[in-house]
């Protein structure tokens, strides 16, 4: 909530916000408690999801899959299951912020430094991914937008015609 009212507070405007959330969670876990940690770490994208929408000007919430990691990849892939059927009940309800899925998940394990943070092409990949995410929500917003000034303008000239 800080780091979305900071934003605000600085003069800016959140169109975006992405929710990465889990590598560490599954890394830093004993594997007996991995099938406890995966609904604690949904639970925890559930709570930042309804954060980050409600902020000022209700942000897009993007949530990214893992990424392959070196370890912990049967976890990983249960997470990332977890968190598709997530995003899909997102997508069923209607009223809410547009939620988007960026899928990191079938991102090449070689674009790791270390098994868990990218290197430079592979934080280019990401951003790759993250675009074709975002554009159709763009897209949709430009031409929402575009419909709405045709009709104010077509609206106006028929009054100015008196009907």
Request: charged share 15%; glycine share 6%; proline share 6%.
């Amino acid at each position: 909530p800080s780091a979305l009212q900071s934003a605000f507070t600085d003069g800016g405007r959140l169109a975006f916000v992405l929710i990465l959330v889990g590598t560490n969670d599954l890394l830093h876990s004993h594997p007996h408690q991995l099938d406890y940690q995966i609904p604690n770490i949904i639970n925890n994208i559930r709570a930042i999801c309804e954060t980050a929408a409600n902020a000022a000007f209700f942000p897009h919430v993007g949530v990214l899959t893992l990424p392959p990691l070196a370890s912990r990849n049967p976890a990983r892939l249960r997470l990332n299951q977890q968190i598709r059927h997530f995003m899909a009940g997102y997508a069923a309800q209607k009223g809410l912020s547009e939620r988007f899925l960026v899928d990191l998940e079938s991102l090449n394990p070689s674009l790791a430094q270390d098994g868990v943070h990218f290197n430079d092409e592979g934080y280019m990949e990401f951003a790759r991914r993250t675009r074709a995410a975002i554009l159709p929500i763009i897209q949709a917003e430009a031409a929402s937008k575009s419909r709405l000034v045709s009709k104010s303008w077509l609206g106006s000239w028929i009054e100015s015609l008196g009907g």
